[in-house]
């Protein structure tokens, strides 16, 4: 049974920082199946962050510049520090993770497995 346990969100104030965590069972992470997703509040789930077929990181361009993804493979663990935040980062954050490689690496509807979510507040 696979499971992700995301972790490390929090309140912050604008220009502060966080990192989040997904920690998996069941499944091992690779680069080209797995991404962060958030959805805000009256929002649709977006995505935020993946990898690209050289594992670089792919983001939204909301986001590039201040997030970073990243995994540690010993630790089968799933990351992305998030820098410079803003109030409109608030959101739910989710990992995600697919049986298959994923072609449309940042559309949820490609992943199989979703974490339960870690809330991150950004106040002004």
């Known amino acids: 049974q696979v499971q992700l346990v995301e972790s490390g969100g929090g309140s912050v104030q604008a220009g502060g920082s966080l990192r989040l965590s997904c920690a998996a069972s069941?499944?091992?992470?690779?680069?080209?199946?797995v991404a962060w997703f958030r959805q805000g509040s009256g929002k649709e789930r977006e995505g935020v962050a993946t990898?690209?077929?050289?594992?670089?990181?792919v983001y939204v361009d909301s986001v590039k510049g201040r997030f970073t993804i990243s995994k540690d493979n010993a630790k089968n663990t799933l990351y992305l520090e998030m820098n410079s935040l803003k109030p409109e980062d608030t959101a739910m954050y989710y990992c995600?993770?697919?049986?298959?490689?994923?072609?449309?690496?940042?559309?949820?509807?490609?992943?199989?497995?979703w974490g339960q979510g870690t809330q991150v507040t950004v106040s002004s």
């Open positions: 995600a993770a697919a049986l298959r490689p994923v072609w449309n690496k940042l559309s949820k509807s490609e992943y199989n497995f």
């Open positions: 069941g499944y091992r992470f690779n680069y080209d199946r």
């Open positions: 990898f690209a077929s050289d594992s670089s990181g």
